[in-house]
């Protein structure tokens, strides 16, 4: 079901548009993922949810009220930002319970709930230590202790692991979730990291320019792109341009300047003309009969696990491949080397 329900919010600042006719919803008990690249809106649209600013047009639900124009206090929304935002000047507890306080729960109350989700965010052990001799990833425990302690009905997570070095971040993804599942939170959770999106989520709304380009899981944002732009955010990819010169079946022929492709046809593709096909630098077989790209070595990108290669054709055109160390030993680096694409790994645009 449904707890958050967007629909056509649009913003300018000025005369610039900053979110144009968005629309999407979030389940409750959900993780919902918006990825996008700096400066694409995310954050006017979380301040546009939170109730700090307010949208030019549309209308937000939640948990089947319109509260679009309710302040930002009655919607029962928490967040978490990026740098925290902790009071140095209070302990753990004190951070965690302000919130109880404030809403004057009796003591009682307020002793128990702080006591329960500082223990599910492991910082039982922290309740007297400031802020400021904590290490970054249990700041951001506090943080998100702090925005659960009220039980809101809705989370909003802004860039919360970016302050973070790798390891920790990697290690508080599991935790966010495991928190999430536990408290069976819905939770809007925005980042700029689309291999942080990817690794963590179940649903995923890409982000360009102020508009919701797709949404979908990883596995489906990443093999069917809708668009170039979404292609070329989640990943590497070597594009083509070509057309269309014939349909039959199952498959259509692309003819590029790199020669004939075969490829899967997709849905509205029937119309013929130009395209641009494109596939995945790791999707590429060897000692098939169709779809031959063949090229000489000109750079190579060792990684230890596996090796980026990229392949100049006699047509001077690169393309970036990906595969395993041991695939690359079997290459000689000074011959030619000849791959192909499956039809099924071509992804078309229009
Ligand atoms: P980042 O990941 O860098 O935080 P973002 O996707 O969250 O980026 P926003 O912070 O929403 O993007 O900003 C979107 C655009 O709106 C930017 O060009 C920004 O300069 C502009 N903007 C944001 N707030 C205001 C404001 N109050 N007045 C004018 N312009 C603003």
Redesign the pocket.
């Known amino acids: 079901m449904d707890i958050l329900k967007i629909s056509g919010i649009s913003k300018k600042?000025?005369t610039?548009e900053?979110l144009r006719n968005v629309s999407f919803s979030v389940d409750e008990d959900e993780i919902f993922f918006i990825l996008?690249?700096?400066?694409?809106?995310?954050?006017?649209?979380l301040r546009i949810i939170t109730g700090f600013?307010a949208p030019d047009s549309g209308k937000i639900m939640l948990s089947g009220r319109d509260i679009t124009d309710m302040p930002p206090a009655n919607r029962n929304i928490g967040m978490v930002f990026q740098n925290y935002a902790l009071w140095p000047h209070m302990n753990v507890w004190q951070n965690v319970s302000y919130g109880l306080e404030i809403k004057k729960f009796p003591p009682e109350v307020i002793r128990r709930k702080t006591e329960k989700v500082l223990q599910t965010t492991k910082l039982a052990s922290f309740a007297d230590h400031f802020p400021p001799k904590l290490s970054g990833g249990q700041q951001q425990r506090v943080a998100l202790a702090r925005a659960i302690v009220t039980e809101p009905k809705l989370l909003l997570l802004?860039?919360p692991l970016s302050n973070l070095d790798a390891r920790l971040r990697e290690e508080m993804r599991e935790e966010i979730r495991r928190i999430q599942r536990e408290i069976k939170i819905a939770m809007i959770y925005?980042t700029?990291d689309q291999k942080e999106a990817m690794a963590m989520g179940q649903k995923i709304a890409v982000?360009n320019e102020g508009k919701l380009v797709q949404t979908g899981t990883p596995v489906q944002l990443y093999s069917s792109p809708a668009d170039k732009f979404t292609a070329s955010f989640l990943g590497d990819i070597n594009i083509m341009e070509g057309e269309i010169k014939s349909i039959s079946g199952k498959y259509m022929s692309v003819m590029t300047d790199e020669g004939l492709f075969t490829i899967d046809r997709k849905a509205g593709d029937e119309s013929g003309g130009r395209v641009e096909i494109g596939f995945r630098p790791e999707n590429i077989f060897y000692g098939h009969d169709i779809n031959i790209i063949t090229g000489t070595i000109a750079d190579v990108e060792y990684l230890g696990e596996t090796v980026k290669v990229n392949i100049k054709t006699e047509k001077n055109r690169i393309f970036r491949l990906r595969m395993f160390s041991g695939e690359f030993k079997k290459i000689k680096p000074e011959g030619k080397i000849s791959f192909s694409v499956s039809p099924e790994d071509f992804i078309i645009f229009k």
């Open positions: 600042f000025g610039a900053i996008g690249p700096s400066g694409c809106g995310k954050t006017t649209l600013t802004d860039e925005v700029h982000m």
